[in-house]
C-alpha cells in the first residue's frame, strides 16, 4: 500500500492541476499544485490489507467476517479507503453540492484500479433515480466513471438505470437492504455487455447489497465478471450496525 501512496504523491506532483492552488480536501494552500495537500494524504486511511471479496479492510486472514457469511453477486471489490470521519466528510460534501470532489476521489480510485490487476473492458456506475439527479443535480458515481473512462480508456455503460425508488439504506437493517434494492434496477443495451469483464464504481460500499444487485443485474444480462470499486469501504463490522 505504500506504494499506492507513493505512487499517488508523485502523481499529484508530476502532473499540474493547475486550476487548483488550494488542497480539495482540506482547503489549505497548496505547496505544490496538485489535488490534495500532503497531510489529507498522509490522513487518508488507505486499505492496506482489503477483504479479497468486498475490499473493506481486514486485521487478519482473506475475508472480513461479513463475506464469510453472504453471498455476493459481483466477483470482487475493491476500494481506496476505510470509512473514518475524515472520509465520512468528503463524501458528504461530495454529494451534497461540492461537486468539484469527483476529481481529487476519481484520481485516487484510478490509481487503486492500476494497482488492482483486474481485466476491465468495460465500466459502469451505480445509477440514482431522475428524481434524485433532479434534486442533486449530478451522479458522483457517474462523474467518477466519466473520469475513469477517459483515464483508463475504456468505454462506459451508461443503459444502466435506476426505475424505482428504494427506501433510505442508511435507516434500515442488512438483511433488509438486500429486499430494498431488488427491482430497482434496469439494464439496457444487453449486446454491449454480454460476455464482458464489468467493472462498477460507486463512491462507498457499506453493507455490498446495492452492488451486488448491480451485479446481479449485469450478470443476468450476459456479463463475464463483475467487479467493483469504490472510494470508501465501511469495514463489515461497522457495516451490520444500525446506525449505519
Ligand atoms: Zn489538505
Ligand atoms: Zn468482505
Not at 165 to 190: C, D, H, P, W
Amino acid at each position: 500500500m505504500k506504494n499506492l501512496i507513493k505512487r499517488v504523491y508523485f502523481k499529484f506532483i508530476e502532473f499540474l492541476f493547475p486550476k487548483y492552488i488550494t488542497c480539495c480536501f482540506c482547503n489549505e494552500e497548496l505547496q505544490e499544485k496538485g489535488l490534495i495537500c500532503e497531510k489529507c494524504l498522509k490522513r487518508l486511511p488507505f486499505i492496506k490489507s482489503g477483504c479479497k471479496k468486498c475490499g473493506c479492510e481486514v486485521v487478519s486472514g482473506d475475508y472480513c467476517v461479513r463475506c464469510k457469511n453472504v453471498k455476493f453477486y459481483f466477483d470482487g471489490a475493491l476500494s481506496v479507503c476505510d470509512y473514518d470521519n475524515f472520509v465520512k466528510n468528503i463524501i458528504y460534501k461530495y454529494k451534497n453540492g461540492d461537486k468539484y470532489l469527483y476529481e481529487p476521489i476519481s484520481f485516487l480510485i484510478e490509481q487503486k484500479i492500476r494497482s488492482g490487476g483486474k481485466d476491465i473492458d468495460l465500466l459502469a456506475f451505480v445509477p440514482i433515480t431522475a428524481r434524485v439527479l433532479k434534486k442533486r443535480g449530478y451522479n458522483q458515481s457517474a462523474l467518477i466513471a466519466d473520469y475513469l473512462s477517459k483515464q483508463l480508456n475504456l468505454p462506459c455503460h451508461k443503459a444502466f438505470i435506476k426505475v424505482k425508488e428504494s427506501s433510505f439504506q442508511k435507516n434500515i437493517t442488512a438483511a433488509n437492504r438486500q429486499k430494498n434494492v431488488k427491482g430497482v434496477f434496469l439494464l439496457k443495451e444487453k449486446d454491449k455487455v454480454k460476455g464482458k469483464n464489468v467493472l462498477i464504481i460507486d463512491d462507498i460500499i457499506t453493507t455490498g447489497s446495492t452492488l451486488s444487485e448491480c451485479a446481479k443485474v449485469f450478470k443476468s444480462g450476459g456479463a463475464k465478471n463483475v467487479w467493483c470499486c469504490t472510494f470508501s469501504a465501511v469495514k463489515a463490522e461497522i457495516a451490520f450496525d444500525k446506525s449505519y
